[in-house]
């Protein structure tokens, strides 16, 4: 004890021993020190979490958390509780554990159940064990549709019976969670086909498939055959119709606002009836034959000729039975006809309704400009009772998948892991230019302090011989040169009457003062002499 508190004391000691710009080297290099290690040991051991699972349910996120915590690994839970994350080196390790301990997460049990199957088996439990492979291979084949989810199968198949003339059809319904929340009527009806084949005796007709808000995707024969073919064609030129609109809009936008400032939709009610029209139009008629026949007296026939008929219709005059006069005449005319047909292409707009929100504020006069612009692009017809809706808003946030972002993140990953090694080398390099600084402040105030003695030991050498001569001590003429320039130190106060002593016999005897002698030598050195009152300004 005596000896570490000896050596506690020495070490004390020189500590207060040395000066103020050495103790605060001596701090700056310690925290400098600390702080490496502190960055490094924090860069080194902090966890960098990856994506194990995301869209778990409840169940599964219970099990995988369990199984983490039975093995100490560090994990953390995101998205209310779905989404697991660990540490990213760790993910893919983990995973295939899960896998070979047949623990994965949204799983379904195909045929390798039989695998597990022994000799006590029965025909019952291969019949079940059968309907749950069937089951689950369907489930994987249906999950592997783009736009599903998940999938849940089930299948009802009755028991054959040989004392039973009539035989139940086998059925199924199918539950499916999609991830637009859209699924085309051709997938939907490949999940139909590919039920129904897998199965055997079940018709396409027994399948069903809803969706998970209860909506029933499979439709009867009438409804298919309404919305295909021709519908389908006319579905597809209304989006088109629509789309290439919104692109128009879009393109007035995007200079002003931004593209992703603002959204568009436009929808347009569009008449596919195809529309014939026929129109007859009569000019005046024209006279296209005539006959005339006359007989008899001619009164009779001037008469005859000068009468007039109706159109298209013989008039025939006779006379009593004595005369043998008589008169026919007949006209045909033609009638000038126009028949226009009219054919309305499918597809005429009834109406059309424009909806535009934009990430800014946007006042009234704003709106109207706006809408204007908007009306003359797309060919807005007031007749036709078109609209168009512009309102301002603030967007929010589009929240980042976390899967997608795990995965279009490993470029940034790999430049955090060099962006780690920057920041130490960072560090490293400030600390080095510090003490650098500080090494350079030391030699430069050893160069100040080396030059200030040389000066002051010139000076005190050239006082000395005036002082020996007038009986003076190497204090006194130290003093006197430091007197000459007005700066006198509180050791040397007490030589001063002796130093003006001499400087009176030097009056008296005609011979020049320490005084004189030492501005006589600042005038000719004033190099030195300018050297040496720095020295002493720097020292105040």
């Excluded at 689950?136 to 592997?144: D, M, Y």
């Excluded at 039973?164 to 969670?177: K, N, Q």
């Excluded at 596919?272 to 008899?296: L, M, N």
């Excluded at 005084?515 to 002499?529: H, I, L």
Aim: cysteine-free.
């Amino acid at each position: 004890m005596d000896k570490v508190k000896e050596w506690t004391e020495q070490l004390k000691d020189r500590w207060q021993m040395q000066s103020s710009l050495k103790k605060m080297i001596v701090v700056l290099s310690v925290i400098s020190v600390l702080g490496i290690t502190a960055a490094v040991y924090y860069l080194n051991t902090r966890i960098e979490y990856g994506i194990l699972f995301t869209d778990l349910s409840d169940a599964d996120a219970g099990t995988i958390s369990k199984d983490l915590e039975e093995q100490q690994i560090a994990y953390k839970l995101a998205d209310n509780g779905t989404t697991i994350l660990i540490d990213k080196d760790q993910v893919d390790e983990y995973r295939i554990n899960l896998a070979v301990d047949n623990k994965l997460p949204n799983t379904s049990t195909g045929f390798e159940l039989f695998d597990d199957a022994n000799m006590m088996t029965t025909d019952e439990d291969r019949k079940i064990m059968y309907q749950r492979a069937v089951t689950g291979e369907l489930q994987r084949a249906i999950e592997s549709i783009n736009a599903v989810k998940s999938a849940k199968v089930l299948l009802v198949m009755p028991e054959e019976s040989v004392f039973s003339s009539e035989e139940s059809a086998p059925t199924a319904s199918i539950v499916l969670t999609l991830k637009n929340q859209q699924i085309s009527d051709e997938s939907v009806q490949g999940i139909v086909t590919l039920t129904s084949g897998a199965v055997e005796k079940l018709k396409p007709e027994n399948v069903k498939v809803v969706d998970s808000a209860g909506n029933t995707l499979t439709r009867t024969e009438d409804e298919a055959s309404q919305l295909s073919g021709l519908n389908n064609k006319y579905i597809a030129i209304k989006d088109s119709y629509e789309k290439t609109l919104e692109e128009k809009v879009a393109k007035l936008l995007t200079p002003i606002y931004g593209a992703d400032k603002f959204q568009v939709s436009i929808n347009l009610d569009l008449n596919f009836d195809s529309i014939e029209r026929k129109k007859v139009t009569y000019d005046d008629p024209e006279i296209k034959s005539e006959t005339v026949q006359a007989a008899g007296s001619q009164g009779t026939v001037q008469e005859a000729q000068t009468g007039t008929v109706d159109d298209n219709v013989s008039n025939v005059t006779g006379t009593d039975g004595e005369g043998n006069n008589s008169y026919s005449r007949s006209v045909e005319n033609e009638l000038d006809t126009e028949t226009t047909t009219t054919i309305t292409a499918p597809g005429m707009i009834e109406r059309m309704t424009s909806s535009i929100v934009i990430n800014a504020n946007l006042s009234q006069a704003d709106q109207a400009e706006l809408q204007q612009l908007i009306a003359s692009a797309v060919g807005y017809d007031n007749d036709r009772g078109d609209q168009i809706a512009i309102q301002g808003f603030d967007f929010a946030q589009a929240e980042v998948d976390p899967a997608a972002d795990s995965q279009g993140n490993e470029p940034i990953a790999a430049a955090k892991g060099y962006l780690k090694y920057a920041i130490i080398g960072g560090i490293v390099l400030t600390l080095f230019l510090v003490i650098l600084m500080i090494v350079g402040v030391i030699r430069r105030r050893r160069k100040e302090d080396e030059l200030e003695v040389d000066v002051t030991e010139e000076m005190v050498t050239f006082a000395q011989p005036s002082a020996v001569s007038t009986g003076a001590s190497p204090t006194v003429a130290q003093e006197v040169v430091f007197g000459g320039v007005g700066n006198r130190s509180a050791e040397t106060k007490p030589a001063v009457p002796e130093a003006s002593t001499q400087e009176a016999a030097a009056e008296h005897s005609g011979e020049p003062t320490l005084d004189q002698t030492a501005r006589n030598y600042a005038e000719s050195n004033p190099e030195v002499a300018a050297e040496l009152i720095k020295a002493w300004m720097k020292e105040k």
